[in-house]
């Protein structure tokens, strides 16, 4: 009798597919580009992440090589650049955790106490403008004012009597300089999402609050920081989810080999040992490992904030 | 009701405005400086310290000595073809996938949705990408730059929400007059959906104007080189000799100097000339993945 209703249920399955196809036959033929994209430009490069547990070579493809386990794993946390590798890529993100990801807040704040509406305008057309420069004109720029005859260094050697020499290849200056930049880059239009949260305030808040004798840094304590809570909170989950995720293309364009040692994150190691060392399925086992390891991390920022806050991804 | 504001408000007005305003000058001078030291006079510059706040003497024999390398010129050129052709195949392929995506009542709508939105999870990372290019034929081609990155799927994901919000009544109206699917969209939703299009047009193309890592990667003939690794090799890796030809040495390393500078403002002039047009749809584009993502 089951067995009958599995048939039953297939054949009809295969009827209604057809029938659905049928019907819709124009829209699938449409979507076929799509999926091939996916199929091409993202499922086969997963497939690809098979060669993290082989000994692959290029010659042989996948299905050629031989097959080693976890091997390539256990050398890499074994390995005397672990360490220094994941020291650099967590102060890095910690940095611009710490003071990258409360800068908009802040900023969005600020400028939500500006009454002037087209001054505030103005404030935020300019305070985005540096997120459209190109990532290479950006380091070039930083390369430039940090050089030996650089505009910072000179200032910097004028103010605090610094020495005067190209600061990105003093390590203790490394942090610095790239977490500033970021911040220079990203503030006004990371701002953008807790500006449109702040706009959506309902103004009687304020109003009652302000009858309650509540004042300006109370309203803010006890009216808007409550009111975008959840947005603060979302993005700090997905910025905690790319933790070991450091803006490889940025530290390629301004590390030098004299500040290695501090400058040189997961990514870049994993760029440098591949497209100039070579080691295929060393390097895809570590992009693996640290792809792992942002997933977990999401999984359980999102766990926490579910707990503490109700506010969750999913 | 008027509330009388105290006076430590208004201390923290003033302060605020002038912190603004601070901002403002901190976000723009780093440009300014830019443009003043790429049309200062070279040797000038060189013996200068400190901030500019004009340029020192005027010289535009920086901008000629780009403009007379064919390595910028060249590299305008594959940028232009891989902004145009890159952002015709984003935005046709983004519009078929979110069409797909806002149509109701189809059968396999539900796994191919999954299947798309796995990818914001999942990836193969750069060495199983890198070798899926190359397998695929596409080395030393222009179409490296833009097949890989042919659909963005956030920008899909906010491409579908646009097009859900397009009544039903119009739809219908429109089937009811014979459209097919492709008219449909083509002919109605597309143009309904113009300031979404806009906002994508510009996600996309500021980001191939942007790409230098893909570049990198994939070329290997200089001719194909787009702006931003030319750039990278003046900028990043300190080489102008190819522009400084024909100067004589003790002014070489003054020159090559105002050159950085000029060519920072020629990569950057066409997107600061664009923005005040733009910048109203690059907030709606935010806003909207804001709501919707």
Same mark, same amino acid.
């Given at each position: 009798?089951?067995?009958?209703?599995?048939?039953?249920?297939?054949?009809?399955?295969?009827?209604?597919?057809?029938?659905?196809?049928?019907?819709?036959?124009?829209?699938?033929?449409?979507?076929?580009?799509?999926?091939?994209?996916?199929?091409?430009?993202?499922?086969?490069?997963?497939?690809?992440?098979?060669?993290?547990?082989?000994?692959?070579?290029?010659?042989?493809?996948?299905?050629?090589?031989?097959?080693?386990?976890?091997?390539?794993?256990?050398?890499?946390?074994?390995?005397?650049?672990?360490?220094?590798?994941?020291?650099?890529?967590?102060?890095?993100?910690?940095?611009?955790?710490?003071?990258?990801?409360?800068?908009?807040?802040?900023?969005?704040?600020?400028?939500?106490?500006?009454?002037?509406?087209?001054?505030?305008?103005?404030?935020?057309s300019f305070s985005?403008l540096p997120?459209?420069?190109?990532?290479?004109?950006?380091?070039?720029?930083?390369?430039?004012?940090?050089?030996?005859?650089?505009?910072?260094?000179?200032?910097?050697?004028?103010?605090?009597?610094?020495?005067?020499?190209?600061?990105?290849?003093?390590?203790?200056?490394?942090?610095?300089?790239?977490?500033?930049?970021?911040?220079?880059?990203?503030?006004?239009?990371?701002?953008?999402?807790?500006?449109?949260?702040?706009?959506?305030?309902?103004?009687?808040?304020?109003?009652?609050?302000?009858?309650?004798?509540?004042?300006?840094?109370?309203?803010?304590?006890?009216?808007?920081?409550?009111?975008?809570?959840?947005?603060?909170?979302?993005?700090?989950?997905?910025?905690?989810?790319?933790?070991?995720?450091?803006?490889?293309?940025?530290?390629?364009?301004?590390?030098?080999?004299?500040?290695?040692?501090?400058?040189?994150?997961?990514?870049?190691?994993?760029?440098?040992?591949?497209?100039?060392?070579?080691?295929?399925?060393?390097?895809?086992?570590?992009?693996?490992?640290?792809?792992?390891?942002?997933?977990?991390?999401?999984?359980?920022?999102?766990?926490?904030?579910?707990?503490?806050?109700?506010?969750?991804?999913? | 009701?008027?509330?009388?504001?105290?006076?430590?408000?208004?201390?923290?007005?003033?302060?605020?405005?002038?912190?603004?305003?601070?901002i403002i000058l901190v976000m723009t001078y780093p440009l300014l400086y830019?443009i003043?030291?790429?049309?200062?006079?070279?040797?000038?510059?060189?013996?200068?310290?400190?901030?500019?706040?004009?340029?020192?003497?005027?010289?535009?024999?920086?901008?000629?000595?780009?403009?007379?390398?064919?390595? /910028?010129?060249? *590299?305008?050129? @594959?940028? $232009?073809?891989?902004?145009?052709?890159? &952002? #015709?195949? %984003?935005? !046709?392929?983004?519009?078929?996938?979110?069409?797909?995506?806002?149509?109701?009542?189809?059968?396999?709508?539900?796994?191919?949705?999954?299947?798309?939105?796995?990818?914001?999870?999942?990836?193969?990372?750069?060495?199983?990408?890198?070798?899926?290019? /190359?397998?695929? *034929?596409?080395? @030393?081609? $222009?179409?490296?730059?833009?097949?890989? &990155? #042919?659909? %963005?799927? !956030?920008?899909?994901?906010?491409?579908?929400?646009?097009?859900?919000?397009?009544?039903?009544?119009?739809?219908?109206?429109?089937?009811?007059?014979?459209?097919?699917?492709?008219?449909?969209?083509?002919?109605?939703?597309?143009?309904?959906?113009?300031?979404?299009?806009?906002?994508?047009?510009?996600?996309?193309?500021?980001?191939?104007?942007?790409?230098?890592? %893909?570049?990198?990667?994939?070329?290997?003939?200089?001719?194909?080189?787009?702006?931003?690794?030319?750039?990278?090799?003046?900028?990043?890796?300190?080489?102008?000799?190819?522009?400084?030809?024909?100067?004589?040495?003790?002014?070489?390393?003054?020159?090559?100097?105002?050159?950085?500078?000029?060519?920072?403002?020629?990569?950057?002039?066409?997107?600061l000339?664009?923005?005040?047009?733009?910048?109203?749809?690059?907030?709606?584009?935010?806003?909207?993945?804001?709501?919707?993502?």
């Amino acid at each position: 009798m089951k067995k009958d209703n599995a048939a039953i249920s297939k054949a009809s399955f295969r009827s209604r597919a057809k029938k659905d196809i049928r019907a819709h036959r124009t829209i699938y033929i449409m979507v076929i580009p799509v999926i091939l994209f996916y199929v091409l430009f993202c499922y086969k490069p997963m497939y690809g992440l098979l060669m993290a547990f082989q000994n692959y070579s290029p010659s042989e493809g996948i299905s050629g090589s031989e097959w080693v386990g976890m091997t390539h794993f256990i050398d890499f946390v074994k390995s005397s650049d672990f360490p220094r590798l994941i020291r650099n890529t967590l102060a890095v993100s910690i940095c611009s955790l710490v003071f990258g990801f409360p800068a908009p807040i802040i900023f969005a704040l600020l400028l939500n106490e500006v009454r002037q509406t087209k001054y505030k305008r103005v404030i935020m057309s300019f305070s985005y403008l540096p997120h459209f420069i190109s990532l290479v004109v950006i380091c070039g720029m930083i390369k430039t004012f940090v050089s030996r005859t650089g505009v910072i260094t000179v200032v910097l050697s004028g103010l605090f009597g610094i020495p005067q020499e190209d600061l990105l290849s003093n390590p203790g200056f490394y942090l610095p300089i790239y977490t500033l930049s970021s911040i220079w880059q990203g503030m006004g239009w990371d701002a953008i999402i807790y500006i449109a949260a702040l706009s959506g305030v309902d103004a009687a808040l304020y109003e009652a609050a302000t009858i309650d004798g509540a004042k300006k840094f109370q309203q803010m304590l006890h009216v808007t920081i409550p009111a975008i809570l959840p947005t603060i909170i979302i993005m700090l989950i997905l910025k905690i989810g790319q933790l070991l995720n450091v803006g490889y293309e940025k530290t390629l364009l301004l590390y030098n080999p004299v500040i290695y040692n501090r400058a040189d994150i997961i990514s870049t190691y994993v760029y440098r040992m591949a497209f100039e060392g070579q080691q295929w399925s060393y390097t895809t086992a570590i992009g693996l490992f640290n792809a792992v390891i942002n997933f977990m991390l999401v999984v359980f920022a999102n766990k926490i904030s579910g707990a503490l806050t109700e506010t969750s991804l999913w | 009701m008027k509330i009388k504001r105290s006076a430590g408000e208004h201390i923290f007005e003033v302060f605020n405005i002038v912190f603004m305003a601070l901002i403002i000058l901190v976000m723009t001078y780093p440009l300014l400086y830019t443009i003043f030291a790429s049309m200062s006079d070279a040797n000038r510059l060189i013996a200068h310290n400190g901030l500019l706040i004009k340029p020192l003497g005027f010289s535009l024999e920086a901008y000629k000595m780009m403009s007379k390398n064919s390595n /910028i010129i060249n *590299g305008y050129m @594959n940028t $232009l073809f891989i902004v145009t052709a890159g &952002t #015709a195949v %984003n935005i !046709f392929l983004t519009s078929l996938g979110a069409y797909f995506m806002s149509t109701d009542g189809l059968m396999f709508k539900k796994p191919i949705n999954i299947m798309i939105i796995v990818t914001m999870y999942f990836s193969g990372g750069i060495i199983p990408m890198y070798f899926n290019v /190359i397998s695929l *034929g596409l080395e @030393n081609s $222009l179409w490296a730059m833009i097949f890989p &990155t #042919a659909i %963005n799927t !956030f920008n899909l994901i906010v491409m579908s929400s646009a097009f859900r919000s397009i009544p039903v009544s119009i739809k219908e109206s429109a089937y009811l007059d014979g459209a097919g699917e492709m008219c449909m969209l083509f002919k109605m939703i597309l143009p309904l959906s113009k300031a979404t299009i806009a906002v994508m047009i510009l996600y996309y193309g500021v980001d191939h104007w942007n790409e230098w890592f %893909n570049a990198a990667l994939f070329l290997n003939d200089r001719r194909l080189y787009p702006l931003q690794l030319i750039l990278r090799e003046i900028l990043i890796q300190n080489d102008t000799s190819a522009m400084s030809q024909g100067v004589m040495m003790e002014d070489q390393f003054a020159i090559s100097e105002t050159i950085k500078y000029a060519v920072t403002v020629a990569a950057t002039l066409p997107i600061l000339c664009v923005y005040p047009f733009l910048q109203k749809y690059f907030e709606k584009g935010v806003m909207i993945g804001a709501v919707k993502g």
